[in-house]
């Protein structure tokens, strides 16, 4: 079964420019999340959809981050303009979307951006 | 609210030693999820284990295992006869049901030939 697919892995951006992700979930997970990790730092929740709806996007910074998931499987995260301190790894992660917290979430890759 | 510790920053050990990686956590529910991944070099975080609060059974899986006492809010991890192929950060993570999924700030294991 193929895991969590995120592209691309590596992006460097100069400041005020903007970039965007993408990420494919696992095939028949119905909850996508996205989060940035910061060096040296646990990964933080940036938004949480359930199929193509938000559940949870109360740590975005909305006024220059945006995500989407229209037809509830792949996702896109954009950031415009971009700040020195979006320097992180932005991950992506999928599950079945099971009720309750025992849902184990499952990880791509990552996309590591340098804004310079 | 919750939170998870683990205090231990960095660890570095010689091929063929017990490691065992600390997680304290914090929450008032009585219902609530553990987990540890393990993100190597690479980046993907690789989810190890899960365990709720109603089960306080300790886990073995190979050179791998899990003790979670709920007396002491810990959930510690051990590898029994490390190999360099265990050098990574490995992080422990808290989720009460229906939340956000919250993280230590990860140990960085070395283990070294």
């Known amino acids: 079964e193929a895991g969590v697919a995120q592209s691309p892995r590596y992006k460097i951006i100069e400041k005020r420019q903007s970039v965007a992700f993408w990420c494919n979930p696992i095939s028949g997970h119905a909850t996508l999340y996205w989060y940035q990790q910061i060096l040296g730092q646990g990964p933080k929740l940036l938004i949480q959809?359930?199929?193509?709806?938000?559940?949870?996007d109360s740590q975005l910074p909305k006024d220059r981050f945006s995500a989407e998931r229209l037809k509830g499987v792949d996702s896109t995260l954009k950031i415009q303009p971009a700040k020195l301190e979006d320097s992180a790894v932005y991950l992506c992660?999928?599950?079945?979307?099971?009720?309750?917290?025992?849902?184990?979430?499952?990880f791509g890759p990552g996309t590591r951006l340098t804004v310079l | 609210a919750q939170k998870v510790t683990q205090a231990q920053t960095e660890i570095s050990v010689v091929e063929k030693e017990d490691v065992t990686l600390d997680c304290v956590y914090e929450?008032?529910?009585?219902?609530?999820?553990l987990f540890w991944y393990k993100q190597p070099p690479s980046g993907e975080l690789v989810f190890l284990i899960r365990r709720n609060s109603f089960d306080e059974q300790n886990e073995i899986s190979g050179r791998y295992s899990w003790n979670f006492q709920k007396s002491t809010s810990s959930f510690n991890f051990t590898i029994t006869a490390s190999q360099v192929v265990d050098s990574a950060v490995y992080f422990c993570?808290?989720?009460?049901?229906?939340?956000?999924?919250?993280f230590g700030k990860g140990t960085k294991l070395t283990v070294n030939p």
């Open positions: 959809f359930q199929n193509n709806g938000v559940v949870d």
């Open positions: 992660a999928s599950s079945l979307g099971a009720s309750g917290g025992g849902d184990t979430q499952y």
């Open positions: 993570a808290l989720r009460k049901t229906s939340e956000k999924l919250v």
């Open positions: 929450t008032r529910d009585t219902t609530y999820y």
